[in-house]
């Protein structure tokens, strides 16, 4: 059933909701040495109000690197 829907899309020309092997294998290189370090106790992730964009820390990173937000963020709670 998962296959049938992966092969529609992809007859439709939407790729925008499968995830493709080296998008996964990119994640993983980046984030499993961040998750190492934070099972060694090496790093500690900065708490955030769910919902938020992330914490305060994050956007003073953004900004020195020069980025400028130029929209709004509203957040969606899922429904269930």
Same mark, same amino acid.
């Given at each position: 059933?998962? /296959?049938?829907?992966?092969?529609?899309?992809? /007859?439709?020309?939407?790729?925008?909701?499968?995830?493709?092997? /080296?998008?996964?294998?990119?994640?993983?290189?980046?984030?499993?040495?961040?998750?190492?370090?934070?099972?060694?106790?090496?790093?500690?992730?900065?708490?955030?109000?769910?919902?938020?964009?992330?914490?305060?820390?994050?956007?003073?990173?953004?900004?020195?690197?020069?980025?400028?937000?130029?929209?709004?963020?509203?957040?969606?709670?899922?429904? /269930?």
């Amino acid at each position: 059933m998962v /296959f049938d829907t992966i092969l529609f899309n992809a /007859f439709q020309g939407k790729q925008d909701k499968e995830v493709w092997t /080296f998008e996964l294998k990119a994640a993983w290189e980046i984030f499993t040495p961040l998750l190492h370090r934070i099972d060694r106790d090496e790093m500690k992730p900065l708490p955030y109000k769910p919902g938020s964009r992330g914490p305060e820390e994050a956007d003073k990173l953004a900004e020195k690197a020069g980025y400028v937000q130029t929209h709004g963020y509203i957040w969606i709670p899922p429904t /269930f």
